[in-house]
T-cell receptor, first 115, second 114 residues
Framework: AQSVAQPEDQVNVAEGNPLTVKCTYSVSGNPYLFWYVQYPNRGLQFLLKYITGDNLVKGSYGFEAEFNKSQTSFHLKKPSALVSDSALYFCAVGEFSGGYNKLIFGAGTRLAVHP | DGGITQSPKYLFRKEGQNVTLSCEQNLNHDAMYWYRQDPGQGLRLIYYSQIVNDFQKGDIAEGYSVSREKKESFPLTVTSAQKNPTAFYLC?????????????FGSGTQLSVL
C-alpha cells in the first residue's frame, strides 16, 4: 500500500530565508503527489501536484516542489519565506485500489515563519 | 473554499446521540470524500463516493454512515458506536473519481463530545 511520511512535526524559519518542508513516499507504481496547506480552522488548499514530466513543479504563492525518484522524495520549497506562510502543510500520495482512487495524507508539518 | 459548504462549523454531541454533518457542493463534481483530522495524525479517510447512490468505506469507517442520494450532497452521520468522535471533519470533492485531479475541500466541522 502507498504511504507518505513527513519527518518533521514543525519547521521554523526566519522571514526572508528559504524554506523546505520534507516529504518522502512509498508507492508500488508511478506516484502522483500533492501538497496542500491548511490555515487555522479551515479546509485544505491545493498548492501543487506532480504527475509526470518535469521534476520541478511550480505552484501557488511562490511554492515549488522537487520530485526525486531515486530518493522517493517530494520536498516543498520556497526561496524566501513570508510570515503569512505560517500554516500546516500536508503532503499526499495518490492510490488506485479496487478501481477507486483516493489520496493518502501525511501527518502534516507545521511551518512557523518568524519576523 | 471552492464551492463546498460544510455545516455546522461547530457541533456538540451528547453520549449515545447520533449527529449528522452536512456537506453540499455546487461544483457538479462526481466524487465526494469525508476525512477525519486529529492533531498529529493528518487526514484519515472515512467514506468516499464516486457517483450518486454509491459509496465505499475508507480506512476508519466504523461508527460512521453516509448517504449519496443527490450528486451535490454527501452527509456524514456520526453514530453512538463511534466512541471517540471528537475531531475536525473535512468534506472534499473532485470532478471525476478515477483521476489525478486535485481535491477541493470545505471549511470543516469541529465535533466535540459534551
Amino acid at each position: 500500500a502507498q504511504s507518505v511520511a513527513q519527518p518533521e512535526d514543525q519547521v521554523n524559519v526566519a522571514e526572508g530565508n528559504p524554506l523546505t518542508v520534507k516529504c518522502t513516499y512509498s508507492v508500488s507504481g508511478n506516484p502522483y503527489l500533492f501538497w496542500y496547506v491548511q490555515y487555522p480552522n479551515r479546509g485544505l488548499q491545493f498548492l501543487l501536484k506532480y504527475i509526470t514530466g518535469d521534476n520541478l513543479v511550480k505552484g501557488s504563492y511562490g511554492f515549488e516542489a522537487e520530485f526525486n525518484k531515486s530518493q522517493t522524495s517530494f520536498h516543498l520549497k520556497k526561496p524566501s519565506a513570508l510570515v503569512s506562510d505560517s500554516a500546516l502543510y500536508f503532503c499526499a500520495v495518490g492510490e488506485f485500489s479496487g478501481g477507486y482512487n483516493k489520496l493518502i495524507f501525511g501527518a502534516g508539518t507545521r511551518l512557523a515563519v518568524h519576523p | 473554499d471552492g464551492g463546498i459548504t460544510q455545516s455546522p462549523k461547530y457541533l456538540f454531541r451528547k453520549e449515545g446521540q447520533n449527529v449528522t454533518l452536512s456537506c453540499e457542493q455546487n461544483l457538479n463534481h462526481d466524487a465526494m470524500y469525508w476525512y477525519r483530522q486529529d492533531p498529529g495524525q493528518g487526514l484519515r479517510l472515512i467514506y468516499y463516493s464516486q457517483i450518486v447512490n454509491d459509496f465505499q468505506k475508507g480506512d476508519i469507517a466504523e461508527g460512521y454512515s453516509v448517504s449519496r442520494e443527490k450528486k451535490e450532497s454527501f452527509p456524514l452521520t456520526v453514530t453512538s458506536a463511534q466512541k471517540n468522535p471528537t475531531a475536525f471533519y473535512l468534506c472534499a470533492s473532485k470532478p471525476r473519481p478515477a483521476t489525478n485531479e486535485k481535491l477541493f475541500f470545505g471549511s470543516g466541522t469541529q465535533l466535540s463530545v459534551l
